[in-house]
Protein backbone atom coordinates (compact mmCIF):
# COMPACT_ATOMS: atom_id res chain seq x y z
CA UNK A 1 0.00 0.00 0.00
CA UNK A 2 1.07 3.44 -0.96
CA UNK A 3 1.00 4.23 2.63
CA UNK A 4 3.19 2.02 4.42
CA UNK A 5 5.98 3.19 1.39
CA UNK A 6 5.76 6.58 1.86
CA UNK A 7 5.99 5.69 5.98
CA UNK A 8 8.98 3.54 5.23
CA UNK A 9 10.51 6.70 3.23
CA UNK A 10 9.78 9.06 5.65
CA UNK A 11 11.00 7.06 8.86
CA UNK A 12 14.59 7.88 6.91
CA UNK A 13 14.10 11.16 6.00
CA UNK A 14 13.44 11.97 9.26
CA UNK A 15 16.09 9.90 10.70
CA UNK A 16 18.55 11.89 8.21
CA UNK A 17 17.07 15.22 9.28
CA UNK A 18 17.46 14.44 12.70
CA UNK A 19 21.56 14.75 12.08
CA UNK A 20 21.11 18.12 10.81
CA UNK A 21 19.01 20.10 13.31
CA UNK A 22 18.42 19.35 16.84
CA UNK A 23 15.13 19.62 18.47
CA UNK A 24 17.33 21.57 21.05
CA UNK A 25 18.12 24.14 18.44
CA UNK A 26 14.52 24.63 17.18
CA UNK A 27 12.96 24.84 20.89
CA UNK A 28 15.01 27.78 21.14
CA UNK A 29 14.08 29.28 18.27
CA UNK A 30 10.19 29.20 18.95
CA UNK A 31 10.46 31.84 21.52
CA UNK A 32 10.55 34.35 18.92
CA UNK A 33 7.90 32.99 16.87
CA UNK A 34 4.05 35.32 16.54
CA UNK A 35 1.81 32.95 18.29
CA UNK A 36 0.22 30.38 15.39
CA UNK A 37 -2.98 30.89 13.95
CA UNK A 38 -6.41 28.82 14.01
CA UNK A 39 -8.12 27.30 11.39
CA UNK A 40 -11.41 26.98 14.12
CA UNK A 41 -11.77 30.96 15.07
CA UNK A 42 -11.22 31.42 11.11
CA UNK A 43 -14.11 29.27 10.42
CA UNK A 44 -16.09 30.13 13.23
CA UNK A 45 -15.95 33.74 11.91
CA UNK A 46 -17.65 32.48 8.77
CA UNK A 47 -20.83 32.70 7.47
CA UNK A 48 -20.17 30.01 4.82
CA UNK A 49 -18.30 26.99 4.66
CA UNK A 50 -14.99 27.24 4.67
CA UNK A 51 -12.29 26.25 1.91
CA UNK A 52 -8.81 24.88 3.09
CA UNK A 53 -6.90 25.58 -0.66
CA UNK A 54 -4.01 23.47 -1.12
CA UNK A 55 -1.22 24.15 -2.79
CA UNK A 56 -0.04 20.69 -4.17
CA UNK A 57 2.23 20.32 -7.41
CA UNK A 58 1.89 16.40 -7.57
CA UNK A 59 1.25 13.26 -5.91
CA UNK A 60 1.81 9.52 -6.27
CA UNK A 61 -1.27 8.70 -8.17
CA UNK A 62 -0.98 11.46 -10.97
CA UNK A 63 2.31 12.42 -11.20
CA UNK A 64 2.87 16.12 -11.65
CA UNK A 65 -0.22 17.85 -11.66
CA UNK A 66 0.53 21.37 -11.82
CA UNK A 67 3.90 22.04 -14.08
CA UNK A 68 3.60 25.83 -14.33
CA UNK A 69 3.90 25.58 -10.60
CA UNK A 70 4.74 29.09 -8.31
CA UNK A 71 3.24 28.23 -4.57
CA UNK A 72 3.62 31.87 -3.42
CA UNK A 73 1.50 33.06 -6.65
CA UNK A 74 -1.06 30.64 -5.95
CA UNK A 75 -0.89 31.85 -2.04
CA UNK A 76 -1.83 35.19 -2.92
CA UNK A 77 -4.53 34.59 -5.14
CA UNK A 78 -6.21 32.19 -2.21
CA UNK A 79 -5.75 35.24 0.20
CA UNK A 80 -7.18 37.47 -1.85
CA UNK A 81 -10.00 34.90 -2.98
CA UNK A 82 -11.43 34.17 0.10
CA UNK A 83 -9.89 30.69 1.28
CA UNK A 84 -10.10 30.14 4.98
CA UNK A 85 -6.78 28.62 5.21
CA UNK A 86 -3.91 26.98 3.22
CA UNK A 87 -2.67 23.92 3.30
CA UNK A 88 0.80 22.99 1.90
CA UNK A 89 2.23 19.69 0.88
CA UNK A 90 5.78 19.22 2.32
CA UNK A 91 6.95 16.03 1.33
CA UNK A 92 9.07 15.99 -1.65
CA UNK A 93 9.65 12.45 -2.70
CA UNK A 94 5.70 11.36 -3.63
CA UNK A 95 4.68 14.98 -3.38
CA UNK A 96 6.86 17.32 -5.39
CA UNK A 97 6.73 19.49 -2.39
CA UNK A 98 8.92 21.69 -0.13
CA UNK A 99 9.54 22.97 3.07
CA UNK A 100 10.88 25.80 1.36
CA UNK A 101 7.25 26.38 -0.12
CA UNK A 102 5.43 26.79 3.45
CA UNK A 103 8.35 29.22 4.55
CA UNK A 104 8.16 31.52 1.37
CA UNK A 105 3.98 31.51 1.43
CA UNK A 106 4.22 32.10 5.30
CA UNK A 107 5.67 35.70 4.40
CA UNK A 108 2.76 36.49 2.11
CA UNK A 109 -0.41 35.32 3.52
CA UNK A 110 -1.46 35.56 7.22
CA UNK A 111 -4.21 32.87 6.81
CA UNK A 112 -3.43 29.81 9.43
CA UNK A 113 -0.80 27.47 7.30
CA UNK A 114 -1.79 23.66 7.60
CA UNK A 115 1.77 21.77 7.29
CA UNK A 116 0.70 18.53 4.83
CA UNK A 117 3.35 15.94 5.43
CA UNK A 118 3.24 12.56 6.92
CA UNK A 119 4.23 13.63 10.75
CA UNK A 120 4.97 10.68 12.31
CA UNK A 121 7.98 11.59 14.59
CA UNK A 122 7.83 14.99 17.87
CA UNK A 123 10.89 16.41 16.05
CA UNK A 124 8.54 17.11 12.82
CA UNK A 125 6.25 18.73 15.34
CA UNK A 126 9.14 21.53 15.65
CA UNK A 127 9.88 21.33 12.71
CA UNK A 128 6.68 22.66 11.44
CA UNK A 129 6.16 25.48 13.86
CA UNK A 130 9.78 26.81 13.31
CA UNK A 131 8.45 26.46 9.32
CA UNK A 132 5.67 28.77 10.38
CA UNK A 133 3.08 26.02 10.07
CA UNK A 134 -0.41 27.20 12.35
CA UNK A 135 -1.56 23.28 12.17
CA UNK A 136 -0.20 19.82 11.25
CA UNK A 137 -2.53 17.04 9.68
CA UNK A 138 -2.15 13.66 11.90
CA UNK A 139 -3.07 10.96 10.10
CA UNK A 140 -4.71 8.28 12.05
CA UNK A 141 -4.25 5.25 9.58
CA UNK A 142 -0.17 6.46 10.28
CA UNK A 143 0.23 6.47 13.58
CA UNK A 144 -0.21 3.86 16.69
CA UNK A 145 -2.21 4.64 19.70
CA UNK A 146 0.82 5.79 21.39
CA UNK A 147 1.89 8.47 19.19
CA UNK A 148 -0.88 10.13 18.04
CA UNK A 149 -1.87 11.77 21.18
CA UNK A 150 1.90 12.27 21.90
CA UNK A 151 2.25 14.84 18.58
CA UNK A 152 -1.06 15.61 18.90
CA UNK A 153 -0.26 16.87 22.70
CA UNK A 154 3.10 18.56 21.79
CA UNK A 155 1.75 20.55 18.77
CA UNK A 156 -1.04 21.61 21.29
CA UNK A 157 1.87 23.04 23.58
CA UNK A 158 3.45 24.78 20.75
CA UNK A 159 0.40 26.48 20.25
CA UNK A 160 -0.73 24.46 16.85
CA UNK A 161 -3.97 22.90 16.19
CA UNK A 162 -4.39 19.63 14.79
CA UNK A 163 -6.10 17.76 11.71
CA UNK A 164 -6.63 14.41 12.69
CA UNK A 165 -7.29 12.66 9.84
CA UNK A 166 -9.80 9.63 9.62
CA UNK A 167 -11.11 7.63 6.76
CA UNK A 168 -13.07 4.75 8.71
CA UNK A 169 -15.27 4.46 11.81
CA UNK A 170 -12.65 1.89 13.09
CA UNK A 171 -10.29 4.96 12.67
CA UNK A 172 -12.84 7.58 14.52
CA UNK A 173 -12.71 4.82 17.58
CA UNK A 174 -9.29 5.48 18.13
CA UNK A 175 -9.11 8.91 18.18
CA UNK A 176 -12.56 10.14 19.37
CA UNK A 177 -10.96 10.07 23.15
CA UNK A 178 -8.67 12.99 21.90
CA UNK A 179 -9.86 16.81 22.86
CA UNK A 180 -10.36 17.02 19.00
CA UNK A 181 -10.69 20.58 17.14
CA UNK A 182 -10.66 19.33 13.45
CA UNK A 183 -11.25 16.14 12.44
CA UNK A 184 -10.50 15.52 8.97
CA UNK A 185 -12.49 12.72 6.73
CA UNK A 186 -10.50 11.62 4.00
CA UNK A 187 -12.98 10.33 0.93
CA UNK A 188 -9.23 8.80 -0.81
CA UNK A 189 -8.83 5.18 -0.03
CA UNK A 190 -4.72 5.15 0.03
CA UNK A 191 -5.46 1.76 -1.58
CA UNK A 192 -6.87 1.52 -4.33
CA UNK A 193 -6.79 6.11 -4.77
CA UNK A 194 -10.71 6.24 -5.61
CA UNK A 195 -12.45 9.09 -3.53
CA UNK A 196 -15.43 8.97 -2.92
CA UNK A 197 -17.47 11.83 -0.90
CA UNK A 198 -19.97 9.09 0.36
CA UNK A 199 -17.26 7.93 3.05
CA UNK A 200 -18.06 11.65 4.46
CA UNK A 201 -21.81 11.62 4.55
CA UNK A 202 -21.24 8.24 5.72
CA UNK A 203 -19.24 8.74 8.57
CA UNK A 204 -20.70 12.23 9.09
CA UNK A 205 -23.50 10.72 9.98
CA UNK A 206 -22.33 8.26 12.61
CA UNK A 207 -20.17 11.14 14.47
CA UNK A 208 -21.79 14.43 14.17
CA UNK A 209 -23.98 14.72 17.69
CA UNK A 210 -21.26 13.05 19.47
CA UNK A 211 -18.26 15.38 19.37
CA UNK A 212 -18.54 19.15 18.99
CA UNK A 213 -15.11 19.77 16.51
CA UNK A 214 -15.17 21.16 13.10
CA UNK A 215 -15.52 18.64 10.95
CA UNK A 216 -13.55 18.93 7.32
CA UNK A 217 -13.89 16.77 4.18
CA UNK A 218 -10.93 16.00 2.55
CA UNK A 219 -9.91 14.75 -1.67
CA UNK A 220 -12.28 14.00 -4.74
CA UNK A 221 -14.10 17.33 -4.37
CA UNK A 222 -14.69 18.85 -7.76
CA UNK A 223 -17.02 21.50 -7.76
CA UNK A 224 -19.45 24.14 -5.95
CA UNK A 225 -21.99 21.04 -6.31
CA UNK A 226 -19.91 18.61 -4.28
CA UNK A 227 -19.22 21.29 -1.47
CA UNK A 228 -23.13 22.20 -1.49
CA UNK A 229 -23.57 18.75 -1.14
CA UNK A 230 -21.17 18.24 1.69
CA UNK A 231 -22.18 21.30 2.63
CA UNK A 232 -25.86 19.71 3.30
CA UNK A 233 -24.58 17.28 5.61
CA UNK A 234 -23.01 20.03 7.83
CA UNK A 235 -19.57 19.46 6.74
CA UNK A 236 -17.64 22.96 8.15
CA UNK A 237 -14.96 23.13 5.78
CA UNK A 238 -13.73 20.99 2.32
CA UNK A 239 -9.98 20.37 1.58
CA UNK A 240 -9.56 20.82 -1.98
CA UNK A 241 -5.95 20.33 -3.77
CA UNK A 242 -5.78 18.90 -7.57
CA UNK A 243 -9.30 20.94 -8.81
CA UNK A 244 -7.72 23.91 -8.22
CA UNK A 245 -4.41 23.34 -9.44
CA UNK A 246 -5.89 22.14 -12.62
CA UNK A 247 -7.33 24.78 -13.39
CA UNK A 248 -5.29 28.03 -15.02
CA UNK A 249 -7.71 30.29 -13.29
CA UNK A 250 -7.71 29.83 -10.02
CA UNK A 251 -9.42 32.48 -8.66
CA UNK A 252 -12.71 31.76 -10.01
CA UNK A 253 -12.43 28.12 -9.18
CA UNK A 254 -12.02 29.30 -5.68
CA UNK A 255 -14.74 30.95 -6.25
CA UNK A 256 -17.24 28.65 -7.78
CA UNK A 257 -16.06 26.05 -4.84
CA UNK A 258 -17.21 28.79 -1.91
CA UNK A 259 -20.58 29.38 -4.14
CA UNK A 260 -19.45 33.00 -4.31
CA UNK A 261 -19.43 32.77 -8.13
CA UNK A 262 -20.88 36.57 -10.02
CA UNK A 263 -20.68 38.24 -6.51
CA UNK A 264 -17.27 39.31 -7.21
O1 LIG B 1 -3.30 12.80 -3.34
C1 LIG B 1 -2.98 11.60 -3.31
O2 LIG B 1 -2.95 10.90 -4.33
C2 LIG B 1 -2.58 10.96 -2.02
C3 LIG B 1 -2.06 9.68 -2.03
C4 LIG B 1 -1.65 9.09 -0.85
C5 LIG B 1 -1.76 9.75 0.35
C6 LIG B 1 -2.28 11.03 0.38
C7 LIG B 1 -2.69 11.63 -0.79
N1 LIG B 1 -3.16 12.92 -0.81
C8 LIG B 1 -2.96 13.85 0.26
C9 LIG B 1 -4.16 14.61 0.52
O3 LIG B 1 -4.62 14.55 1.62
C10 LIG B 1 -4.74 15.45 -0.58
O4 LIG B 1 -3.73 16.20 -1.15
C11 LIG B 1 -5.84 16.41 -0.10
O5 LIG B 1 -6.80 15.77 0.65
C12 LIG B 1 -6.49 17.07 -1.33
O6 LIG B 1 -7.03 16.09 -2.17
P1 LIG B 1 -7.43 16.40 -3.66
O7 LIG B 1 -8.37 17.57 -3.63
O8 LIG B 1 -8.11 15.17 -4.17
O9 LIG B 1 -6.19 16.73 -4.40
Known sequence: MILDRILTEKKQEVKLAKTLKSMTEMKQSLAALPPARSLVKALDNRPAIGLIAEIKKGSPSKGIIRADFDPVEIAKVYTASGAAAISILTDEKFFFGSSAYLQAVRKVTDLPLLRKDFIIDPWQVYESRCLGADLILLIAAALDDKMLPELFDLATE????????????????????????????????????????????????????????????????????????????????????????????IRQKVLELLGWEGVA
Open 158 to 249: LGMECLVEIHSEEEYERVKGLPLHLLGINNRDLQTFQTDLNTTVNLCGKIRDSKGCKIVSESGIKNGNDVKFLKSHGVDAVLVGESLMREKD
